[in-house]
């Protein structure tokens, strides 16, 4: 196996397992911590796997044909950074997952837990792995939408809906930001390839668009990596189960704003525009953050602030623009990922067993809980950078990167102060989380008896400090090949000098060290009682909050602002918004006219023949006098609805298109079918003192003004079908089409060759979203609750009433089980015919007029009939339709017939026919199309028929008053 391949599977694996996560039990906590476990597992064994190929500055790439004459497909690409993170991503989650099985409650619904947290794990992969920079946009987005399922698992709590909700904004906004970032830097490079992308820096430079393009791209990174001024959605976060924080917000999310700084600071970094924005937002951070930290009274609120503090650290040096920066910055993420993973975890371990994270409630649990106490002491002072630990090493690397930095600014000559200054706030903080949590007097209003964890839940946080232990210990030997590999990728091949050694000597920085290390320890003398007595807020800080800002700017945007649109654009009633839809598009229709025309008039027949132009005549006198009916008689206006479908569908007969004849036959049946269901929830027409319809002048001239509206837009419509249809052939694609369809296609019918082949992508589009819009109508039809006077009799009894008023034309001794048995039988009994139609039209419909979307139809009607004749409850308990599972089939057979094609090596939904000699019959033509075309047709039975079970258990539900309709309203059409 390849490495290329093993690239794929390791994309693809964590997605995998998130859909197998969705169908375990819910509470075997055990069998999907086992699952998502085995998934991190073997995705960090294909990692260290591929190790190799990326130590010595490789690429290993994987490239999977999506649309490749338009550039498009799948492009996975693993260098050294790319391989650093997805280490993190996989050998992290691992260690979270097995947290993850003991911290859990046994009421939680883990598998949707470990569903969410696997398909969030590929997400992060996918972003870390791309070599495109749309496909890394759209992992990001991806990134974002897993992190507010995640942040808000426990939905019951209204904190985590505020956080996640908050997150997703923030975030959801910065990629936004991002996709236009990165379609402004393709369109500078020419292409979206990374490759291309790194290699184009000095070009990118000099482009007039590299500063919009570059304020784009860091708006999505540092919104993602909660910087100045977007972090204050991260303390939000923290209502997050802390398996979710500890992953999150130590190596994954927060940590892809970080990333993107890195892929891209070969092409973007080392500018003045550069300097400024990341190297101001990196410091406002780090102090910020760093500030605020001391002064949290909630464990993962402390540890929130002081991920926001090195966060800010990371995105200095990135911003700093010099190659030793980058590489500091790179070392720091892989060692900032392991401390805080195991403080975060320890936390979580805290709040477990004592019921409660608030630091003023907590204090000597060293002697009820020794063995985390010291892991959580050693994690702590590797944040803060103690000697012999990993903080301290990249801690130094930062220090005398901001001695060495000199580019002459006032930003530049505060680097040192400021860095000295930050490194004691980060000596304070944790020295506060550590002597307010372990030692003092022993806690006596906790909810629970502190004690000591299992000791699986304990081992990941253990593994993590022994790894802060030995990489402070001996650095070059343990993480010297990783900070290498991936430094490569982000300097490029030729690394500056630089060391890991632990010992340099009595310099600048060890001197920064020794005073951060003494002044923060000052710090938190001075502030100890200031925090015990539980004050609110920092100093300096307190009347800044950034959640309220937040909140404020939201409702003036979401509710103030969009309620004054919605008082001018806004109404309930369906007519005005069609209005302004069909109003826009025919304006949308008539610029190009204007522009440019419709061509030589001389060129377009003037005959016509009599029995069409007739037949349109009927078809208009249809429309109008449905248009017209709607306002006397609901029904008559339907049945003339219906007489102009039919003319529709003789036209398409007239002009050779027997296809379109066909689809639009079925649809018209069903369509009709389902809006005469529709008829009997409208409610009651309000009449006048004379019996008839009332209808005030107003009203009169809005029917009007809809019928010009109306008259317009189709004969526009029609002028430009007619101007198409009317080019000489060499100026359209048909020629394209009629040439291939059988050679390349494999089948005679040239429509259904184009819409199960060369425009199959399409097709998979349009079922996605016939599949969402039957879900969406069968979900608001489960609130919809018809109109009381629409339900004012039972349906037998509003039988029987027709009945009895019938008796005049009845026989004697006739009863209604008489008039009702014969078509029941016989819409019954069409059921089978019906069927054998829908086969026969799937089946030619490769060669013949027919195809799935048809024969779906056609199946669809015998349904119908069968509830038509039985009821609800008599065909759903004997048919037993799951129309949900017919679409999710259709679904899944045509994604899968188009991913098949892969296996080939071919792009997606590349199709394959041939000949097979079946015995006995002969020849038959075999197209992997009508594998697709099945999908299309088990999709198309579905969601009608699930809009129709929709419709029809609205008789079992319990009816609502009818509204009184104003003037505006009487006529309204179906």
Request: aromatic share 10%; with cysteine.
């Amino acid at each position: 196996m390849t490495n290329g391949t093993l690239l794929l599977i390791l994309l693809v694996l964590p997605f995998l397992g998130s859909l197998a996560a969705v169908i375990l039990p819910t509470d075997a906590r055990g069998v999907n911590a086992g699952l998502a476990g085995g998934v991190a597992l073997v995705a960090l064994v294909i990692t260290l796997w591929l190790f190799p190929g990326v130590e010595a500055g490789g690429v290993i790439r994987s490239e999977v044909a999506w649309m490749p004459s338009l550039g498009l497909g799948l492009s996975l690409r693993m260098d050294g950074l790319a391989w650093l993170f997805a280490f993190l991503v996989t050998g992290i989650g691992l260690l979270v997952v097995i947290y993850a099985r003991y911290y859990m409650s046994r009421e939680d619904p883990v598998a949707r837990f470990f569903a969410f947290f696997l398909a969030f794990m590929g997400s992060m992969l996918g972003v870390v792995l791309s070599g495109n920079l749309i496909q890394i946009v759209f992992f990001w987005e991806l990134t974002s939408l897993f992190s507010f399922l995640l942040i808000g698992y426990w939905h019951h709590n209204v904190a985590a809906r505020d956080g996640a909700r908050m997150a997703l904004t923030v975030t959801g906004l910065g990629g936004l930001a991002l996709l236009g970032g990165m379609l402004v830097l393709g369109n500078i490079v020419g292409s979206y390839d990374l490759d291309a992308v790194l290699a184009a820096g000095a070009r990118v430079q000099a482009h007039p668009l590299y500063t919009t393009a570059l304020v784009l791209i860091l708006l999505g990174a540092l919104t993602k990596s909660a910087q100045f001024p977007f972090h204050f959605w991260l303390p939000q976060a923290m209502a997050a189960p802390t398996p979710v924080s500890a992953y999150l917000h130590s190596a994954t999310m927060v940590k892809a704003g970080v990333f993107l700084l890195a892929r891209l600071w070969p092409t973007l970094a080392e500018t003045e525009t550069w300097f400024w924005i990341v190297c101001s937002s990196g410091l406002v951070t780090l102090l910020v953050g760093a500030w605020v930290a001391i002064f949290q009274q909630d464990l993962k609120g402390l540890l929130a602030y002081s991920t926001i503090s090195h966060l800010g650290l990371i995105t200095l040096l990135f911003g700093l623009g010099s190659p030793l920066g980058a590489i500091a910055a790179t070392f720091h993420i892989l060692n900032h990922a392991t401390f805080k993973a195991s403080l975060f975890m320890a936390a979580g371990i805290i709040d477990h067993e004592t019921g409660t994270r608030d630091m003023r409630r907590l204090s000597g649990l060293f002697r009820f809980m020794p063995i985390t106490a010291t892991l959580a002491m050693v994690a702590a002072a590797a944040m803060a950078g103690v000697p012999l630990l990993n903080g301290f090493i990249s801690k130094e690397m930062f220090f005398a990167e901001a001695v060495e930095f000199h580019q002459g600014s006032w930003l530049d000559r505060s680097l040192p102060y400021a860095a000295t200054l930050a490194g004691a706030f980060s000596v304070a903080y944790s020295i506060g989380f550590v002597h307010r949590v372990f030692f003092g007097p022993a806690p006596t209003d906790v909810p629970r008896e502190p004690h000591e964890p299992p000791r699986l839940m304990r081992f990941p946080v253990e593994f993590l400090v022994v790894a802060c232990l030995v990489v402070g210990v001996v650095p070059a030997l343990v993480a010297g090949g990783v900070l290498d590999a991936a430094a490569r990728a982000v300097v490029g091949r030729e690394l500056p000098p630089y060391s890991l050694s632990v010992w340099h000597g009595f310099n600048e920085p060890l001197l920064m060290s020794i005073l951060a290390l003494v002044g923060g320890a000052v710090l938190y003398l001075v502030l100890k009682n200031k925090l015990a007595r539980g004050e609110d807020g920092p100093p300096l800080l307190r009347r800044v909050d950034s959640t309220r800002l937040f909140e404020r700017i939201l409702v003036t945007v979401s509710w103030r602002w969009a309620r004054t649109l919605e008082a001018v654009l806004e109404t309930r009633r369906l007519q005005p918004q069609l209005r302004l839809i069909v109003g826009l598009a025919l304006l949308a229709g008539l610029a190009p006219i204007a522009a440019h025309g419709l061509g030589s008039r001389q060129d377009w027949p003037l005959d016509l023949d009599a029995p069409f132009a007739l037949l349109w005549s009927v078809g208009m006198v249809c429309a109008i006098g449905a248009a017209y009916m709607a306002k006397y008689h609901r029904l008559a206006s339907l049945v003339l609805l219906g007489g102009a479908g039919l003319v529709t569908c003789l036209t398409f007969v007239w002009l050779s298109a027997p296809d379109l004849a066909i689809t639009q036959l079925l649809v018209e049946v069903v369509t009709t079918v389902l809006i005469l269901l529709g008829l009997r929830w409208l409610p009651k027409r309000v009449r006048g003192h004379d019996g008839e319809a009332g209808e005030s002048f107003t009203a009169r001239y809005r029917r009007g003004r809809d019928l010009a509206l109306a008259i317009a837009s189709g004969l526009g419509t029609g002028i430009v079908a007619f101007a198409v249809m009317n080019r000489p052939l060499t100026d359209s694609i048909a020629a394209f089409f009629l040439e291939r369809a059988y050679s390349e296609g494999g089948g005679t019918n040239v429509v259904n060759v184009i819409l199960v082949d060369f425009r199959g992508f399409d097709t998979l589009g349009e079922i996605v979203v016939l599949g969402a819009v039957s879900l969406t109508v069968f979900a608001l039809l489960l609130r919809f609750r018809p109109a009381a006077d629409s339900l004012e009799l039972p349906e037998q009894q509003r039988i029987q009433n027709a009945f009895d008023e019938a008796a005049e034309h009845r026989r004697p001794g006739d009863t209604i089980a008489d008039y009702l048995l014969v078509p029941s039988v016989i819409m019954r009994l069409m059921f089978p015919l019906i069927a054998t139609l829908a086969v026969y039209l799937f089946l030619r419909g490769h060669d013949l007029p027919g195809g799935g979307f048809a024969a779906g139809v056609a199946m669809s009607i015998g349904f119908i009939l069968q509830y038509m004749a039985g009821g609800t409850r008599w065909v759903e308990a004997r048919l037993r339709i799951r129309p949900v599972r017919w679409i999710a089939f259709g679904l899944l057979v045509s994604t899968l017939t188009g991913a098949g094609s892969w296996l080939a090596g071919y792009p997606f939904l590349t199709s394959y026919f041939r000949y097979a000699d079946i015995p006995v019959i002969g020849q038959v033509p075999v197209a992997s199309a009508l594998l697709f075309d099945l999908g299309v047709f088990a999709l198309v039975v579905g969601s009608t028929v699930l809009m129709l079970i929709a419709i029809g258990h609205q008789s079992l539900r319990k009816a609502r008053p009818a509204p009184v309709p104003d003037d505006a309203e009487l006529g309204s059409g179906v």
